[in-house]
């Protein structure tokens, strides 16, 4: 973000804003991001977040994206300052990868208004990430290690509810990780893991309790 030529391109070519515009602001982030209050630059909260992509999207200039999976070292270094260094990186790629999951089956709500079909993305990914954490052929860890990274990160819930990046409530994601939590450790015969497709209809028809009223608070 110190470099403004860096900048200008992502104002224009992800983003698509006024190049004129973009020239300001670029010049303008560099200029006051290179301070020793703002880290010159290199602070975890301006890298903390991690994404998903299918692939595909035509940007100018640059041709077509390909699938992926970014994470910013700010998001990383954020959770190992505060002890979670060995189950935040699992778990947020296997978040992110449970978006790929929904991308290649097919498995987002194209039917349901922006704001809802980003909930039910977001907690389906939650809850296959909880899966594979707890499952014994998966990271196997103790819920009792999982947990506190939920309760942090999922406090990064929202209750935005005409938001359209709507990730449900904090107690929303809790409780979809929980519940994923509870089909590894009850599955049989021990080890046997889910199809993508078979854990999706027993996500779908246990969505409505894992958003019911009690759970939006």
Same mark, same amino acid.
């Given at each position: 973000?110190?470099?403004?030529?860096?900048?200008?391109?992502?104002?224009?070519?992800?983003?698509?804003?006024?190049?004129?515009?973009?020239? *300001?602001?670029?010049?303008?982030?560099?200029?006051?991001?290179?301070?020793?209050?703002?880290?010159?630059?290199?602070?975890?909260?301006?890298?903390?977040?991690?994404?998903?992509?299918?692939?595909?999207?035509?940007?100018?200039?640059?041709?077509?994206?390909?699938?992926?999976?970014?994470?910013?070292?700010?998001?990383?270094?954020?959770?190992?300052?505060?002890?979670?260094?060995?189950?935040?990186?699992?778990?947020?790629?296997?978040?992110?990868?449970?978006?790929?999951?929904?991308?290649?089956?097919?498995?987002?709500?194209?039917?349901?208004?922006?704001?809802?079909?980003?909930?039910?993305?977001?907690?389906?990914?939650?809850?296959?990430?909880?899966?594979?954490?707890?499952?014994?052929?998966?990271?196997?860890?103790?819920?009792?290690?999982?947990?506190?990274?939920?309760?942090?990160?999922?406090?990064?819930?929202?209750?935005?509810?005409?938001?359209?990046?709507?990730?449900?409530?904090?107690?929303?994601?809790?409780?979809?990780?929980?519940?994923?939590?509870?089909?590894?450790?009850?599955?049989?015969?021990?080890?046997? *893991?889910?199809?993508?497709?078979?854990?999706?209809?027993?996500?779908?028809?246990?969505?409505?309790?894992? *958003?019911?009223?009690?759970?939006?608070?």
């Amino acid at each position: 973000m110190l470099d403004p030529e860096v900048n200008y391109r992502v104002f224009t070519a992800l983003y698509g804003f006024d190049p004129v515009a973009s020239r *300001i602001s670029a010049d303008l982030v560099a200029r006051e991001l290179n301070s020793l209050a703002l880290g010159y630059g290199d602070l975890p909260l301006f890298t903390f977040n991690a994404y998903a992509a299918p692939g595909g999207e035509v940007i100018p200039g640059y041709g077509v994206s390909p699938k992926r999976i970014a994470f910013g070292d700010g998001v990383l270094e954020g959770f190992a300052r505060v002890g979670l260094g060995d189950v935040a990186p699992q778990a947020i790629l296997a978040h992110e990868f449970g978006h790929h999951v929904q991308y290649a089956d097919g498995l987002m709500r194209a039917d349901l208004p922006a704001p809802e079909a980003s909930r039910w993305a977001e907690l389906m990914a939650d809850a296959y990430s909880a899966y594979f954490l707890t499952h014994a052929r998966g990271a196997a860890m103790q819920w009792k290690r999982v947990e506190p990274f939920g309760q942090m990160f999922y406090q990064l819930g929202d209750c935005g509810f005409d938001g359209d990046g709507r990730h449900g409530t904090p107690n929303q994601r809790m409780r979809s990780a929980l519940w994923a939590h509870g089909l590894a450790d009850a599955a049989r015969p021990q080890g046997h *893991i889910l199809p993508a497709l078979g854990f999706y209809d027993l996500f779908k028809a246990h969505y409505p309790q894992l *958003i019911a009223p009690d759970a939006t608070s």
